[in-house]
């Protein structure tokens, strides 16, 4: 359709000639925009153009962009990685730590003497090797002291976990003295004090203080570590 045949053409041509520099006044950019949309929408084309009117922005200082930039997300490269405390929370492996030759044989080291013995087999401690114990444990002969099992499974435990290393005893049972009630776990057979030829003190002690149903005391003065059995466990430090 040509622009002289519409009844409305007349208008829009007026329109343009408002907006032709040199003719007439200069409209700002949002008066112009305004005009050119009446004239559309009286030849019909309003329906169109669903333009939305913004307010005239300011001018973009020199050498600046006037496109607008979209904030988008971080890209996966970007991003910092995620931390993990996995390593700082996992225990420390004890540098002494080493598997035994002979699992369950524990070499007692008593007034220059040595003695093996076969305390744990197949999970259970034999007869045999608890009546062993009982030997290498007592103080004497007259004081000779049946040992508990748990007592037993844990010297086991401590032996294998340094490697079968020998376990020097420097107390074990002894007979009570009459109305004495003091050191009630080494006069019942649940009690040793030990050490570890080779491994610091404080190793053993930090090992035997894992175990369950243990009482550990930890003594550096006469430099031995207290080990029973007991439902509770529980730890002590004597200056």
Known sequence: MEEASHPDAFAAKQCRDKLTPGRGNVHTTASASFWV??????LGFGAALPVALAAPTAPHPKGSSSAVAAIAPPSHSSRAAPTSDAATDAPKKDPFEKKPLQPGVVHF????????????????????GLATLGDVLAKSKNERKPIDVGLAALIVKVSDHFGGRPIEVVAGSWSAKPGSTRHVAHTSGRAVDIRVPGVPLDAVRDYCATLPHAGVGYYPKEQLVHLDTRTMSRAWTEP
């Open 37 to 42: 949309l009446a004239a559309f929408a009286s």
């Open 109 to 128: 080291v008593r007034g220059g003497k040595t003695t093996a013995i076969k305390l744990a087999s197949a999970g259970q401690v034999p007869k045999e």
